[in-house]
């Protein structure tokens, strides 16, 4: 590789590195009526597709279960969600949206689009489709991320592996 090309990947690595920082950081400073964004993000998900299991919830927000209880214990504090049992499965909790939940949604109703629209700022819809291909390609690239590094750093290990040996066999 160029000595150029990887100059530029590296700044690519770390200003992507630096938006997930930042990003992460100001999303978390975002608190609508003592409900942090993921709360609100799950509340909207129940209006879109009904009661929630909290692993699926967890799962589609990237968030611990440790987290995601922690957010519907809010939640259900502030009389937004309420947590049930499925009918079939007791094992299974379901999280859904309570009236106020939904009165707190509808007065919030305008946080989602005011988001992307401030994150996305400036950018053209030529852009924007540019980035959308660039972030599926990041997403799958992604996919085999810790598996190839992983699969290089044994073959790395027993490179010096093997050459450690080599020099055994000079040294007699």
């Given at each position: 590789?160029?000595?150029?090309?990887?100059?530029?990947?590296?700044?690519?690595?770390?200003?992507?590195?630096?938006?997930?920082?930042?990003?992460?950081?100001?999303?978390?400073?975002?608190?609508?009526?003592?409900?942090?964004?993921?709360?609100?993000?799950?509340?909207?998900?129940?209006?879109?597709?009904?009661?929630?299991?909290?692993?699926?919830?967890?799962?589609?927000?990237?968030?611990?279960?440790?987290?995601?209880?922690?957010?519907?214990?809010?939640?259900?504090g502030r009389g937004f969600a309420v947590r049930k049992r499925h009918k079939e499965d007791r094992r299974i909790?379901?999280?859904?949206?309570?009236?106020?939940?939904?009165?707190?949604?509808?007065?919030?109703?305008?946080?989602?689009?005011?988001?992307?629209?401030?994150?996305?700022?400036?950018?053209?819809?030529?852009?924007?489709?540019?980035?959308?291909?660039?972030?599926?390609?990041?997403?799958?690239?992604?996919?085999?991320?810790?598996?190839?590094?992983?699969?290089?750093?044994?073959?790395?290990?027993?490179?010096?592996?093997?050459?450690?040996?080599?020099?055994?066999?000079?040294?007699?």
């Amino acid at each position: 590789m160029d000595e150029m090309k990887q100059e530029l990947l590296e700044e690519a690595d770390w200003l992507f590195r630096k938006m997930v920082r930042k990003f992460i950081k100001e999303r978390d400073k975002i608190i609508i009526e003592g409900v942090i964004l993921s709360g609100f993000l799950i509340l909207r998900k129940i209006i879109r597709d009904g009661e929630q299991r909290l692993t699926d919830l967890a799962e589609e927000l990237d968030l611990t279960s440790g987290a995601i209880t922690a957010i519907c214990d809010k939640l259900e504090g502030r009389g937004f969600a309420v947590r049930k049992r499925h009918k079939e499965d007791r094992r299974i909790v379901l999280l859904d949206i309570t009236d106020e939940g939904r009165k707190f949604l509808n007065r919030n109703g305008d946080i989602g689009v005011n988001m992307i629209s401030v994150l996305f700022d400036g950018f053209s819809t030529k852009e924007i489709k540019l980035q959308i291909d660039a972030y599926q390609r990041l997403i799958s690239n992604l996919e085999n991320l810790s598996c190839e590094i992983l699969t290089l750093a044994k073959e790395n290990k027993n490179k010096k592996d093997s050459s450690i040996q080599k020099n055994r066999f000079l040294t007699y």
